[in-house]
């Protein structure tokens, strides 16, 4: 705690630490690495500005998903989550869109070193099950949380991924129950979200032309 203290990245207040701002440089610099947040960044902002409700881009390290930026619109509830914020991937449709996506070997090591916790009454803690709709997410291109990792929540998202398919990350619109009916969530949002991921695949694309 000294070492940290006099390095500045906490703050002591009568014994009682809290990290500085200092951390928020580290992060600032780990998340320009990463070329999906500065071409999904501002595609994130415009849907929570056109659908008013809150938008999110995921990323997947080391078996967890990884917010890098997230924005929200008028009409958007606050909930838990925040940038940097790590989750379990099998019970958010961004975390499934991942999934979905990766080679089924690597699922299998992210399933045994974070299992499948239940985190609402509606996760899908049962790996058949689970992989019975990433199959389904890989074919349809969309994933879909009904309140699996938050109660109230329903969330649509889809992979965002290169010319060669891999996938870089993944985007998500989401909002409560009160608010997303069937019809937003099952017609409305995966057009947005399909609109989104080809306007990143084509810049990306661009970008990579321009490097050469």
Known sequence: LNTLEQTGYLINNN???????RFLNLGAEARSHHQIHDIARQKVDRLADETGEMSALLIEEHGRGIFLHRAEGRQAVHIDSYIGQQIFLHGA????????????????????????PELTENTITDRETLYEELDEIHTQGVAYDDQERLPGLRSV?????????????????????????????????????REVAKAVELDLRYSRLNQL
């Open 157 to 193: 998202a889809i992979p965002l991924t290169d010319s060669e398919e891999t996938v870089l990350g993944s985007v998500s619109i989401a909002g409560p129950t009160s608010r997303v009916n069937d019809q937003r969530f099952y017609e409305q949002f995966p057009t947005e979200l």
């Open 93 to 116: 449709a961004l975390g499934k869109a991942i999934l979905a996506s990766l080679p089924r070997d690597e699922v299998d090591d992210i399933i045994e070193t974070r299992g499948l």
């Open 15 to 21: 014994g009682t630490y809290r990290l500085s701002c």
